[in-house]
């Protein structure tokens, strides 16, 4: 895809100082600007790199005044990080307006999708599957049987639709996700020999969630594992059965949360965290990375360590942690002495 300068500036409601007409096919940083392609400059350390950036197109902030002569066209915005943001999130509009059924795919005759689909190469849909309005399914995704899935949602390759997963409206499930499956239950007898506990619920994501590639969601064994709405998930996380996530909760990449652990709104989970089963965390939690949670947790809790504890605490006490061998080396001095 090439644009011109004009044409992006029209998109940013800019102003173009330079050639109009230049165009460019590639974004780039302005230290690595190639003839071509687009950059920006937003933070004043990089603004020596403008003089000698070879990009074709350069996004400044009205108020750049450069010091000295540069080749590169200038689009003036107000902002330009705000402004390189928006042709971002433009450009991936574009790069991912699909639409079609290639083929080879399998889609179940009982299935049922809605308008301006994408269904990519390999794709299967089982049987009594309903697909919204502008839905993508990106190559080799596989859909079970009597999932249901809203509006402008996007799933990229590779990625396990479980059955009975619902999935709500403007949801993004990135490349290797898995959702539905089994979660980890099983009972031992008296020989100590595991038997495996069916697992019959399901996994059910509200909108606006995003997903990232190579996480795991569990059904639940009874009722409902919950993703509530706005939830954001990092790569390569485990989220067992019956968990629930409330409203606007972020998490970091290789966190675990064993079952039916409930995490309230608007929480802040690090990467690396575990979170032991039956728990309860209220809302507004803030959990440093690699750390471990046995207990329940009040809202408003900022916590660290491994078994996690008040941040604060953990702070003052790192600070002893990191001298206990001069302290202990003192000690053993002063009781040499006092024999």
Not at 55 to 62: E, F, H, P, Q, W
Not at 308 to 318: E, I, T
């Amino acid at each position: 895809m090439k644009f011109t300068a004009a044409q992006i500036a029209g998109i940013l409601e800019g102003e173009v100082e330079g050639d109009e007409q230049i165009e460019v096919s590639k974004l780039a940083k302005i230290e690595e600007g190639v003839p071509g392609s687009l950059t920006f400059l937003a933070n004043p350390k990089y603004t020596s790199f403008i003089y000698d950036t070879e990009a074709s197109v350069t996004i400044v902030s009205k108020d750049f005044e450069p010091e000295k002569p540069i080749n590169t066209t200038l689009i003036r915005v107000e902002d330009a990080y705000k402004a390189f943001s928006k042709l971002l999130e433009y450009y991936n509009m574009v790069k991912m307006n699909k639409t079609g059924i290639e083929q080879p795919v399998f889609i179940s005759e009982s299935a049922i999708y809605g308008a301006d689909p994408y269904i990519g190469a390999f794709a299967y849909i089982g049987d009594n599957v309903t697909i919204g309005d502008n839905v993508k399914l990106y190559p080799n995704v596989f859909i079970g049987d009597n999932v249901a899935i809203g509006d402008n949602v996007i799933v990229f390759a590779g990625a396990k639709i479980y059955s009975e997963t619902i999935i709500g409206n403007n949801c993004v499930i990135n490349g290797g996700v898995i959702l539905g499956a089994d979660g980890f239950g099983f009972t031992p007898n008296e020989e100590g020999i595991y038997s495996k506990v069916p697992q019959t619920g399901n996994v059910m994501l509200e909108d606006n969630v995003d997903i990232g590639a190579g996480t795991t969601i569990d059904r639940a064994t009874l009722g409902s594992t919950i993703i509530r709405k706005g939830v954001k998930l990092d790569n390569q996380i485990q989220i067992a059965h019956n968990v629930e996530i409330g409203e606007n909760t972020v998490i970091a990449a290789q966190t675990g949360i064993a079952g039916s652990t409930k995490i309230g709104k608007n929480c802040m989970i690090g990467g690396q965290v575990g979170i032991a089963g039956h728990l309860t965390i209220g809302d507004n939690v803030k959990i440093q990375a690699q750390s471990g949670i046995g207990r329940n947790l009040k809202d408003n809790a900022t916590l660290q360590g491994s078994p996690a504890f008040n941040y604060g605490d953990w702070n003052k006490s790192y600070v002893h942690f990191k001298n206990l061998p001069d302290i202990m080396k003192r000690f053993n001095t002063f009781e040499k002495n006092k024999q």
